[in-house]
């Protein structure tokens, strides 16, 4: 609860500059599976020192253009995906260099998502047999999507890496903590 006591201007507006950023780049036309979301799952914890905003921020994101794209019962999977990413993240950030622990979240964050959301595409929905040749099936149909998460991660990662580090002295509040 303290995380909430602990929100004011100098951290809600870059929550709101990033979460209005996630919300045009889930909702302008792009190729299937390549948005800003998970860069910025795993940049939060970076990015905010409140706990709270840091991990709300891609979900609030999501849930506003879900409600606009339109809803589907995959969400909380996904939503535990993005929040599983943000988890691994943060808890990273005690080891290695800051430019290492980016590079590999780009590749585990864009993994972790592939293999939530596919098995709960299989889990939930009739498109696979309930088998684990079912199982494979739906993650070898998922091999072409996870290309454009990974390239999408890396590129939007490297994106807010220079555009924060060109901000931390401005008034926008945006500076990272590394540790």
């Known amino acids: 609860m303290s995380s909430l006591r602990n929100i004011s201007k100098n951290n809600l507006l870059p929550f709101l500059y990033i979460v209005l950023f996630l919300l045009v780049g889930r909702l302008i036309p792009h190729p299937p599976n390549f948005t800003p979301i998970l860069a910025v799952a795993i940049l939060a914890p ?106 999408s991660t890396m590129i939007y990662t490297g994106i807010f890496v220079l555009v924060i580090k060109s901000l931390e002295k401005s008034n926008i509040g945006l500076n990272f903590r590394t540790s």
């Open 46 to 151: 970076y990015i905010s020192n409140n706990r709270f905003l840091s991990y709300s921020m891609t979900i609030i994101a999501m849930f506003i253009s879900d409600l606009i794209i339109g809803l589907h019962s995959g969400i909380l999977w996904i939503y535990l995906a993005i929040l599983i990413c943000s988890f691994v993240s943060e808890f990273l950030m005690k080891f290695g260099r800051f430019s290492l622990r980016l590079g590999l979240m780009t590749i585990v964050s864009s993994l972790l998502f592939f293999l939530i959301t596919n098995f709960s595409v299989w889990l939930i929905y009739d498109y696979y047999p309930k088998t684990f040749e079912g199982l494979l099936l739906c993650y070898t149909m998922g091999i072409p999507f996870v290309k454009n998460t990974i390239l």
